[in-house]
């Protein structure tokens, strides 16, 4: 069984730019989620989609937003670029029901200059 | 204050000891996950815990919910144990909330 995938591995970026980074859930999985993770400032939630609907999202501005498509496969969207953007973004999936286990995809790196 | 609180922040050890991480969290949980985070980035899912005690080969998760605690034991530590281990609190809605994770360093 495939486990969850992201691309691109690493993106570079320049500020003011839009980065597009792209998650696919393991088969059967209907829901996705999105963290940040900063240098320093631990792991936070960003987006979770399920069926997709975006179902919740943490305290983001904006200009992160993302889709789910008729495949469960998803897609964050990162505009106007900041320095602060720069993070180890990860995807992971779930059944989506009740409390089902975390699957997570290996993330990618987003470099903002 | 933080909602979840994580310690040690640090903690080397030696291979074979017996590693104890904690987790105390002060808000109202459907569920508490561990993870685990190699330096390469990737995230392994170790547990999800409601109440009780789950195990899992050398791994042992407990929660306490009248405490608002949480412990992680490995026991028979080994280098390849290596990693930065991370508490999540699940408050419904599938938003998590993480602690800042304890690093885990077991020398041969």
């Known amino acids: 069984e495939a486990g969850v995938t992201q691309s691109p591995t690493h993106l570079i970026k320049t500020r003011g730019q839009q980065a597009t980074l792209r998650c696919s859930p393991i088969s059967g999985h209907t829901s996705v989620y999105w963290y940040q993770q900063a240098l320093g400032l631990g792991l936070q939630f960003l987006l979770w989609?399920?069926?997709?609907?975006?179902?919740n999202r943490g305290n983001f501005p904006p200009r992160f937003s993302g889709r789910q498509f008729p495949n469960y496969s998803s897609e964050l969207n990162v505009n106007a670029l900041e320095l602060e953007d720069s993070a180890l973004y990860l995807c992971?999936?779930?059944?989506?029901?009740?409390?089902?286990?975390?699957?997570f995809g290996n993330g990618t790196r987003l470099t903002v200059t | 204050k933080n909602e979840v609180e994580q310690s040690p922040q640090n903690l080397t050890a030696q291979e074979g000891e017996f590693i104890t991480i904690n987790c105390s969290y002060s808000?109202?949980?459907?569920?508490l996950h561990w993870l685990q985070q190699h330096p390469g980035g990737g995230i392994v899912s170790l547990f999800m815990?409601?109440?009780g005690k789950k195990k899992h080969g050398r791994l042992i998760a407990t929660i306490n919910i009248q405490e608002k605690h949480s412990s992680l034991h490995i026991t028979a530590s080994h280098p390849r144990d290596s990693a930065v281990y991370i508490c999540a609190l699940d408050q419904g809605a599938q938003k998590l909330v993480f602690g800042q994770g304890t690093r885990l360093t077991i020398n041969p």
């Open positions: 808000v109202g949980i459907s569920a």
């Open positions: 815990l409601s109440s």
């Open positions: 989609y399920d069926e997709g609907e975006e179902r």
């Open positions: 992971a999936s779930s059944l989506g029901v009740g409390n089902s286990p975390l699957h």
